[in-house]
């Protein structure tokens, strides 16, 4: 064995290792950021530790995949030595093969992102400190831990405008404010409103109600379909580019936590089409749940295409109204894409009865769905909101609708629907 620093020794491994560029690329890049650092890697690294015996370069190599497999988020580094293994004579067999033998050690599988139940007890537990990825729900008053989002409405309304629905502005901040204590004294926690750009969404008026009655609100960005907009909305004014830069930056400055995007029955038109392909750009800037408007539940199959062609992941899209759709195979076929499911609670819009609401949600527990569902009172209309009519809305949700589908579904499954399935659809790793 040579001596622990030889850059001699070091830069005749490294041509073994790497092409002339690869190298030349992160030596340039490190002497940048910090001079001569890259010379102490040559000679610490390459003709110090690579040097040592006891372990082949085949070794050393597998060694470094596993590290950087279960780490996540170094993908340009494992990519390099995908290289290096290969000059260094394995095969892609072997690569593949280790890929999938450490499948079950990734944090994805192994309980990061939203497909874990336990990453919040992780959390707790200190476990996850020196991951430099975090979980959070964005709301109008900024991160909150998804373990602190208690009993959600995962679809609702406390500002809404629009002509489609003449006389029934949802336009009133104290009615929005009784909505909402009542929602909290009732256990409500966390409420999700689901009104885009445009519409009348009040957010400072949002900031407001959450300060006052401690309920978190997520608030939306994105664009609804044409017709639920007056005539000459300048949101139909913009290219897909600037549309995602409204998106992104209505997330990132005004505390927006979701892009809802309203889609036409058994269509997607071409405004609807950009607002998707927005609404994906927005996606990969923000990590942004994408919750979208399926007119009486249709038309799940096209814009689920349309997001997998945009790269968008199944756990970042919301389906709502879903339960709308009067063919149950259309529903079942939705829920095998793996999107989140959000159904919605009677009202006077949505005039399903109870017992149907818990008959499509036990057929999809069934289908083995229970970790996709959400519910959300959707409420649309001043007539039907809880100042007036006093078994709809968020409190209504909680004390009318939460105790029938105990009783039908059993406080597990509903536990899962209310709490913690939602803490995990609507929280963004950051
Ligand atoms: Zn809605």
Redesign the pocket.
Same mark, same amino acid.
């Given at each position: 064995m040579e001596g622990h620093f030889d850059i001699a020794a070091g830069q005749a491994k490294l041509a073994e290792l790497q092409n002339e560029a690869t190298t030349e690329g992160w030596r340039a890049t490190l002497n940048s950021a910090a001079p001569g650092f890259d010379e102490w890697i040559v000679g610490a690294i390459f003709g110090g530790t690579y040097q040592r015996e006891g372990l082949t370069a085949r070794d050393r190599q597998l060694l470094i995949i596993g590290a950087l497999t279960a780490l996540g988020g170094v993908e340009p580094q494992l990519r390099g030595h995908f290289e290096t293994s290969l000059r260094i004579g394995m095969t892609h067999e072997e690569i593949s093969e280790s890929l999938i033998h450490l499948v079950p050690l990734h944090r994805a599988a192994a309980g990061d992102g939203s497909a874990a139940p336990h990453a919040h007890t992780n959390r707790r537990d200190g476990e996850r400190r020196h991951y430099p990825v975090r979980e959070v729900i964005r709301t109008v008053l900024g991160e909150v831990d998804p373990a602190d989002a208690g009993i959600v409405d995962s !679809?609702?309304?406390l500002f809404l405008s629009t002509p489609l629905l003449p006389g029934e502005e949802l336009a009133d901040t104290d009615d929005a404010m009784t909505e909402t204590l009542d929602f909290a004294r009732r256990g409500g926690r966390t409420l999700v409103q689901?009104t885009p750009r445009g519409l009348g969404r009040g957010l400072p008026a949002l900031r407001s109600i959450s300060e006052t009655t401690g309920v978190h609100i997520v608030a939306a960005t994105g664009r609804h379909r044409r017709g639920v907009y007056p005539s000459g909305a300048p949101e139909f004014d913009l290219t897909v580019g600037q549309l995602a830069d409204t998106f992104i930056d209505d997330i990132g400055t005004n505390g927006c936590g979701l892009i809802k995007v309203g889609i036409s029955y058994e269509e997607v038109t071409a405004d609807e089409g950009d607002s998707l392909r927005a609404a994906a750009i927005a996606h990969h800037a923000t990590n942004a749940p994408i919750a979208v !408007?399926l007119e009486r539940g249709s038309a799940a199959d096209l814009v689920l295409d349309f997001l997998l062609d945009e790269s968008v992941p199944m756990n970042s899209i919301v389906l709502?109204h879903l339960g709308k759709n009067p063919d149950p195979d259309r529903i079942a076929e939705a829920a095998q894409s793996g999107a989140w499911l959000c159904l919605d609670a009677p009202s006077p819009r949505n005039p399903v009865s109870i017992e149907e609401l818990s008959r499509t949600l036990g057929r999809l527990i069934e289908g083995g769905h229970s970790s996709q569902l959400l519910l959300g009172a959707?409420t649309?209309t001043r007539s039907g909101s809880r100042p007036v009519r006093s078994a709809y809305g968020p409190a209504g949700l909680v004390d009318q609708v939460a105790p029938h589908l105990i009783r039908a579904l059993g406080a597990d499954a509903l536990a899962g629907i209310m709490v913690g399935n939602p803490a995990r659809a609507w929280s963004v790793r950051v």
């Open positions: !679809h609702d309304h689901w !408007h709502g959707d649309t």
